[in-house]
Structure formats: structure tokens, C-alpha cells
T-cell receptor, first 113, second 112 residues
Framework: AQSVTQLDSQVPVFEEAPVELRCNYSSSVSVYLFWYVQYPNQGLQLLLKYLSGSTLVKGINGFEAEFNKSQTSFHLRKPSVHISDTAEYFCAVSAPGGFKTIFGAGTRLFVKA | NAGVTQTPKFQVLKTGQSMTLQCAQDMNHNSMYWYRQDPGMGLRLIYYSASEGTTDKGEVPNGYNVSRLNKREFSLRLESAAPSQTSVYFC???????????FGPGTRLLVL
């Protein structure tokens, strides 16, 4: 079985500062990894995903994430955030051969002017 | 360009009442899902349908039933609502069970 831990429930940051949202996972098999974003009063939408290949994955809106198998992590980064990045971010994991995606509890990113 | 649609957007029920949440997708996806979202708990899978004609339980299926009516539609039924079912419900779909999921806008349910 897989599990996901998002290490920070809330991350406040000033506009134009860099940000990292941390995600660790556990699994006995190889996994697919995802980051989704949820803007207020909306459903989730995909930011980026790792299926295989290069461990550095680039997504929409300037976000990127790095898959680290030895540390079982998939941290999300952005070098310079905007006010519009204020949202909740979810890390998720699924396993080939399975049918379920497991979501973390979410990290609320607050970008302050 | 509808994607995934859900009805209703908001509903208030009394304890013991029943209701059905509707979900439809127009992307010809095979897999569909129902999640509930509660503060501090992320999304929890209630039921999913890997393909038309099949449904399976997720993490929190108690108190719910589902129907995969056809490839497009996947409904969630609460037979006897309880206050613990107050939540925001999201429907999602994906081309196959492991690929990117596309989410609807959600249904906010309040059970008094």
C-alpha cells in the first residue's frame, strides 16, 4: 500500500520569494507521483506528474518538482511566487497495477504582498 | 468545453434524508471517482469505477452507494444522510485508472 505525507500544512511566503512544498511518500513498489493545485471554491487541477525518466519534472505556472527515490520525496518548488499562486497544493501517489490514487492532506500556500 | 460537471453545487439535508449526487464527463474517460474533502484530511476516495460496468470501494465507502450509469455518468447516493457526511464531494475522471484525474467543481453538502 502507498501513503503520502505533506510535511507542512501551511506555508506563508512573500511575493517574488522562492518556495518549496514538501512531500514524502512510502511504497514497496515503483510509483507515479502527482502535484495538484486547488484554487478557492474550485476542483483540483494537475500541476505536474512524474511517471518515469528524468527526475526533474516541469509543470504549469513555473512550478517544478524533483523525484528523489532514495529519500522517497517529491518536493514542489517555484523560484519566484506570485499572489495568484495562493492556493492549496496536494501531492498524490499511485502504483502501476493498482486502481487508486492516494492524496496527501494538502499544503496551504499563502503569498503575501 | 464542459469537462466534468456535478450537480447540485450546494445542498442542505436533514439527518435521515436521502439524495443523489450526479456527475458527468464528456472526455470519453474510462475511469471515474468520487472523493470527499474534509479540512486537514485531504481527499479521501469513496468509490471508483475503473471502467464502465464496474465499481469498487475506496477508503470510506460506508453510508454511500454508487451507480456507473453509462460511460459518461457516475452517481453517488446517500441513502440516510448523517451529520458526519457533511463535506465537499468531488467527482473526477481519467482516461485510465492511473492517469491524470480531471475534477469537477464540487458539491457542498450540509447535513443537519
Amino acid at each position: 500500500a502507498q501513503s503520502v505525507t505533506q510535511l507542512d500544512s501551511q506555508v506563508p511566503v512573500f511575493e517574488e520569494a522562492p518556495v518549496e512544498l514538501r512531500c514524502n511518500y512510502s511504497s514497496s513498489v515503483s510509483v507515479y507521483l502527482f502535484w495538484y493545485v486547488q484554487y478557492p471554491n474550485q476542483g483540483l487541477q494537475l500541476l505536474l506528474k512524474y511517471l518515469s525518466g528524468s527526475t526533474l519534472v516541469k509543470g504549469i505556472n513555473g512550478f517544478e518538482a524533483e523525484f528523489n527515490k532514495s529519500q522517497t520525496s517529491f518536493h514542489l518548488r517555484k523560484p519566484s511566487v506570485h499572489i495568484s499562486d495562493t492556493a492549496e497544493y496536494f501531492c498524490a501517489v499511485s502504483a502501476p497495477g493498482g486502481f487508486k490514487t492516494i492524496f496527501g492532506a494538502g499544503t496551504r500556500l499563502f503569498v503575501k504582498a | 468545453n464542459a469537462g466534468v460537471t456535478q450537480t447540485p453545487k450546494f445542498q442542505v439535508l436533514k439527518t435521515g434524508q436521502s439524495m443523489t449526487l450526479q456527475c458527468a464527463q464528456d472526455m470519453n474517460h474510462n475511469s471515474m471517482y468520487w472523493y470527499r474533502q474534509d479540512p486537514g484530511m485531504g481527499l479521501r476516495l469513496i468509490y471508483y469505477s475503473a471502467s464502465e460496468g464496474t465499481t469498487d470501494k475506496g477508503e470510506v465507502p460506508n453510508g454511500y452507494n454508487v451507480s456507473r450509469l453509462n460511460k459518461r455518468e457516475f452517481s453517488l447516493r446517500l441513502e440516510s444522510a448523517a451529520p458526519s457526511q457533511t463535506s465537499v464531494y468531488f467527482c473526477a475522471s481519467s482516461r485510465t485508472s492511473l492517469e491524470t484525474q480531471y475534477f469537477g467543481p464540487g458539491t457542498r453538502l450540509l447535513v443537519l
